[in-house]
């Protein structure tokens, strides 16, 4: 029950007041989504395994940025996998099913998704429409393992539900328009200030923050920073960057990771922490670039017949002549030819039924590099450009 797709815009809407309880609960989690949030507590005595697995998950950050890429009206709402962009995210070993534990797929419940195999759930997940029995275990037969249900907010994973869904990019189906993404997901904290609204409590929060990071208590400002995402609260790339650095300081650096990662995709490339935040993020997660290579080898093997094209250099406009500018301009050209080629390549092979899913979803996750790629030589050769008949 896991399937890929590709959207690159979203939405706002403001968030509701979720996260705090009369007592803390390490059963319960906030989800904090676009369209709104909702309350999920785990069933950690019927689904042990998978209760710890999602929320060893949630505690290292990796739901924030990921979306609902497959949502059927009456049937589930599912997500866990993969960002905006729809690049899969690396996962933990997968989780022995649990599906006869008595916990029956009805409406509201959340439940493991995986592939035909019984056992291969990892971080993916669906919310329940409607009562589903067939996805129960029968007799022999494994069923879709519950290890939770939604206890408020029903209503925004119905609205998650009725938005239109269709095709994007080499994907046929299901994705919903606008996409939704998960914005954060903690677990519920204990109510910090109960007679404040939650804009209050937001700027309370963050105050707080402020001073403990000023103070150099890296251990209150981490907890405070686990309460402000219970509460939904709201992340510039500023606030983003404080968090990665404190997470860091205690030693949460899977969590500081997701954190930078998120500080990236929305913060100014030309700000003076951009650099410092890319830096950190490649010193905390060093075996990155080893999966990195592992991919593109195997990648490589799979896609034999997909010419990888060489991106051309971009002159400093500062410094070049016509010749320099003309010749690049052709060269551009060219390279967005071979590249287009090579995304129809790939598309082929995440779409080819006899290709394995794991090898789909690299091919996918190379497909959407390509396109980031593209966009971001055409916009340096534009500026370029723009800048060289500037100065003429």
């Known amino acids: 029950m896991q399937q890929n797709m590709r959207l690159r815009h979203a939405f706002y809407v403001s968030l509701m007041a979720l996260g705090y309880a009369g007592s803390a609960s390490a059963t319960d989690v906030t989800v904090c989504t676009d369209l709104g949030n909702f309350a ?19 505690d290292r950050g990796y739901y924030m940025g990921t979306v609902f890429h497959r949502v059927i009206g009456g049937f589930m709402v599912q997500g866990g996998g993969y960002t905006r962009e729809f690049r899969n995210k690396i996962t933990s070993d997968p ?8 916990i029956g797929n009805s409406r509201g419940t959340v439940a493991a998704a995986r592939t035909g195999d019984p056992h291969s759930a990892t971080s993916q997940f669906f919310v329940n429409l409607e009562n589903n029995p067939s996805l129960n275990a029968s007799g022999d037969d494994w069923g879709y393992s519950v290890f939770g249900q939604v206890t408020q907010g029903m209503d925004v994973v119905d609205a998650i539900a009725a938005l239109p869904t269709g095709p994007d990019g080499p994907f046929p189906t299901d994705v919903t328009d606008p996409l939704v993404a998960i914005t954060s997901m903690a677990r519920v904290v204990d109510q910090i ?16 923050i402020e001073t403990a990071v000023a103070a150099g208590d890296n251990d209150e400002a981490a907890d405070l920073f686990s309460a402000y995402r219970a509460a939904c609260g709201e992340f510039g790339p500023e606030l983003l960057y404080t968090e990665a650095n ?25 700000s003076e922490t951009y650099l410092e935040a890319l830096s950190l993020s490649r010193t905390l997660d060093p075996g990155a670039v080893e999966e990195a290579s592992a ?3 195997r990648l490589a093997e799979l896609a034999e017949d997909c010419v990888l094209p060489s991106q051309p250099t971009i002159p400093d406009a500062n410094s070049a002549v016509v010749e320099d500018m003309v010749a690049t ?5 060219a390279y967005m030819e ?26 996918v996750d190379a497909y959407n590099t390509e396109v980031e790629t593209q966009e971001a030589l055409a916009e340096e050769w534009n500026t370029q ?4 008949l500037s100065l003429q």
């Open 40 to 58: 999920i507590e785990l069933l950690d005595q019927q689904s042990p395994a998978h209760a710890a697995n999602f929320l060893d998950y949630v």
């Open 95 to 102: 989780v022995m099913n649990e599906s006869k534990n008595g």
């Open 193 to 208: 200030y109960p007679t404040l609204s939650a804009d209050e409590r937001y700027a309370a929060l963050q105050q707080d």
């Open 246 to 270: 404190v997470l860091a300081a205690v030693g949460r650096n899977a969590a500081a990771v997701e954190t930078l990662g998120e500080y990236l995709r929305v913060a100014d490339n030309t």
């Open 295 to 297: 991919d593109e080898q």
């Open 329 to 333: 301009q052709g060269s551009v050209v």
């Open 338 to 363: 071979a590249s287009n080629t090579l995304l129809e390549c790939l598309e082929e092979i995440a779409e080819d039924d006899d290709v394995e899913e794991d090898d789909q979803e690299l091919a």
């Open 385 to 388: 450009r723009q800048l060289f």
